[in-house]
């Protein structure tokens, strides 16, 4: 795990392997901390500007041997490309890359200026949120099941230095906040990239309660008797076909005593979907062991909070259990009811998500949870619309909508809006059932949307489809192969914001 500090310092006069400035594109004189490290290099770095040789396009990495010229071995040029395209998303994905590429040429200990924080313009405070988030989230590695691990260089700390005294303060209120953020998606990450059989209900459940005591949350776990007791028909209809019993996890962040009044995040944990009897085909089916992100997100959301310690209550709930097919599960046209009485026609059991979902959100409902968001690998048909590029959002209340989306901007995370049209609705009409589990192909995350729709009243809702952004191929700022921990540094951001507004504003 890579440390991050923040010292007062000249950048010329701060020992460390490597000492990291950085470069506008079209800039001719260096300026800043940088322009005192070239100072002090004898004016190479606007030599080397001058021939061409340092453009500062975005992520371009010069390395210079600092030749006993500064206290720091090696100097490294960040290029952070065009000024008018530089944002905080900048200084956070070019942090990640930075860090693996010291990782990779063996560099364990580096210190940095503040990317942005100077003629950038921006708030230091989120740029030093930003650099830990990068750092944190492009450092991270999944190597539990290797037996040997080939490659086991580290970067273990990266200070930021600032000279100026009055930053300070906010430099360090930004690195615990992105600390503690990226480390909760980090979380989420793992439980995301756990194997199946290393990842049941049981040891999700665990490591809620394990996540729960680490950021003192409360923690309540139903089991199957108390879910038949309250009627969770979804759930439990879902979990009959698997020999692992099924949890219901529910976690409380306490942070606001003036009031009793919570928000609720529902998230699905399903911790391998075969699809059930409408099974589905064996390519790529190992990537539904990532089906339980929406209750990781849950898990790692509250988690964080509990370590940050907004002024908000906050309940996170996770409904999880496998989705098997066997002689005990349930088959299309089998009709189940859900804990708020409402009943649902399964006319496909892959469509499985929405079913342990209905039992979350009346759970949530009864709870008088408002608002409610809930999170869920829920279609295949969101990628069809929005690619692995943005997360869909579907809301019975614009105002969250909104709210969410600021959240998702601010933790640069993409999140995209798919209307709630009432036409949709008539494609889930059942026969035999108040509603059935599939509406057809098209407009198929909104379908799943408007069957979610029936479980929370007029509760205001937003409902996260995040099954085209759960996992990546391939490494890219703050992405690295396997699971993203999106949303949780979204619904951590939405929760602050909350948490800032007076309570009587809530
Ligand atoms: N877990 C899947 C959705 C999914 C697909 C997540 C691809 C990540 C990647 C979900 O349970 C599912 O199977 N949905 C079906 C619904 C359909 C049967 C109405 C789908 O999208 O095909
Ligand atoms: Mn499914
Ligand atoms: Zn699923």
């Known amino acids: 795990m890579v440390t991050i500090r923040v010292a007062q310092a000249a950048i010329t006069a701060f020992q460390s392997k490597a000492i990291v400035v950085n470069h506008f594109e079209g800039v001719s004189v260096p300026g800043g901390g940088t322009g005192a490290v070239d100072e002090a290099l004898g004016g190479q770095i606007s030599r080397l500007?001058?021939?061409?040789?340092?453009?500062?396009?975005?992520g371009e990495i010069t390395r210079l041997q600092a030749d006993g010229k500064l206290t720091a071995a090696r100097v490294i040029v960040l290029g952070l490309g065009k000024r008018e395209k530089f944002d905080l998303d900048t200084v956070r994905d070019l942090t990640a890359d930075l860090c693996r590429y010291l990782r990779r040429t063996?560099?364990?200990?580096?210190?940095?200026?503040?990317?942005?924080?100077?003629?950038?313009?921006?708030?230091?405070?989120?740029?030093?949120?930003?650099?830990?988030?990068?750092?944190?989230?492009?450092?991270?590695?999944f190597t539990r099941h290797k037996s040997k691990v080939e490659d086991n260089k580290q970067l273990n700390a990266l200070t930021l230095v600032e000279s100026d005294a009055t930053k300070l303060a906010a430099l360090e209120v930004g690195v615990t906040r992105g600390v503690i953020t990226a480390e909760a998606a980090n979380f989420a990450r793992d439980l995301e990239n756990e194997p199946s059989n290393f990842m049941t209900p049981t040891d999700l459940a665990a490591a809620a309660r394990q996540a729960a005591?680490?950021?003192?949350?409360?923690?309540?776990?139903?089991?199957?008797?108390?879910?038949?007791?309250?009627?969770?028909?979804?759930?439990?209809?879902?979990?009959?076909?698997?020999?692992?019993?099924?949890?219901?996890?529910?976690?409380?962040?306490?942070?606001?005593?003036?009031?009793?009044?919570?928000?609720?995040?529902?998230?699905?944990?399903?911790?391998?979907?075969?699809?059930?009897?409408?099974?589905?085909?064996?390519?790529g089916m190992e990537?539904?062991?990532?089906?339980?992100?929406?209750?990781?997100?849950?898990?790692?959301?509250?988690?964080?909070?509990?370590?940050?310690?907004p002024r908000i209550n906050v309940t996170g709930i996770a409904c999880c259990t496998e989705n098997m097919p066997s002689g005990s599960a349930i088959k299309p046209g089998d009709v189940l009811?859900?804990?708020?009485?409402?009943?649902?026609?399964?006319?496909?059991?892959?469509?499985?998500?929405?079913?342990?979902?209905?039992?979350?959100?009346?759970?949530?409902?009864?709870?008088?949870?408002?608002?409610?968001?809930?999170?869920?690998?829920?279609?295949?048909?969101?990628?069809?619309?929005?690619?692995?590029?943005?997360?869909?959002?579907?809301?019975?209340?614009?105002?969250?909508?909104?709210?969410?989306?600021?959240?998702?901007?601010?933790?640069?995370?993409?999140?995209?809006?798919?209307?709630?049209?009432?036409?949709?609705?008539?494609?889930?009409?059942?026969?035999?059932?108040?509603?059935?589990?599939t509406g057809?192909?098209?407009?198929?995350?909104?379908?799943?949307?408007?069957?979610?729709?029936?479980?929370?009243?007029?509760?205001?809702?937003?409902?996260?489809?995040?099954?085209?952004?759960?996992?990546?191929?391939?490494?890219?700022?703050?992405?690295?192969k396997g699971a993203s921990g999106i949303p949780v540094r979204t619904l951590v951001a939405f929760a602050l914001a909350k948490a800032a507004v007076p309570a009587a504003a809530k």
Request: aromatic fraction near 4%.
């Open 49 to 58: 500007i001058a021939e061409g040789e340092i453009t500062g396009k975005r």
């Open 106 to 141: 063996n560099i364990d200990e580096a210190a940095s200026i503040v990317h942005g924080a100077g003629s950038g313009g921006l708030d230091p405070a989120a740029c030093a949120q930003a650099m830990a988030e990068g750092a944190v989230l492009g450092l991270y590695t």
């Open 213 to 283: 005591d680490e950021a003192g949350l409360e923690c309540v776990i139903l089991d199957r008797e108390e879910m038949i007791e309250l009627g969770m028909g979804g759930l439990l209809g879902v979990a009959q076909g698997s020999h692992q019993p099924p949890k219901f996890i529910v976690l409380h962040y306490k942070g606001d005593p003036t009031t009793d009044k919570a928000i609720g995040f529902v998230g699905k944990g399903i911790t391998f979907d075969t699809g059930g009897i409408s099974i589905k085909p064996a390519a």
């Open 287 to 309: 990537e539904m062991k990532g089906d339980m992100s929406g209750a990781a997100t849950v898990i790692a959301t509250l988690r964080a909070l509990g370590k940050l310690g």
């Open 337 to 437: 009811r859900a804990m708020n009485g409402k009943t649902m026609e399964v006319v496909n059991t892959d469509a499985e998500g929405r079913l342990v979902l209905s039992d979350g959100l009346s759970y949530a409902v009864k709870l008088e949870l408002s608002p409610i968001v809930d999170i869920a690998t829920l279609t295949g048909a969101i990628s069809v619309a929005l690619g692995n590029v943005a997360m869909g959002v579907m809301s019975n209340n614009d105002a969250l909508v909104e709210e969410l989306r600021a959240a998702a901007t601010q933790a640069g995370e993409k999140m995209w809006q798919l209307p709630m049209f009432e036409e949709y609705k008539e494609q889930i009409r059942s026969e035999v059932a108040d509603m059935k589990n």
């Open 440 to 480: 057809g192909r098209p407009a198929g995350s909104i379908t799943a949307a408007w069957f979610l729709r029936e479980f929370v009243d007029d509760t205001p809702w937003a409902h996260i489809d995040m099954a085209g952004v759960d996992n990546y191929e391939r490494e890219k700022g703050v992405l690295v």
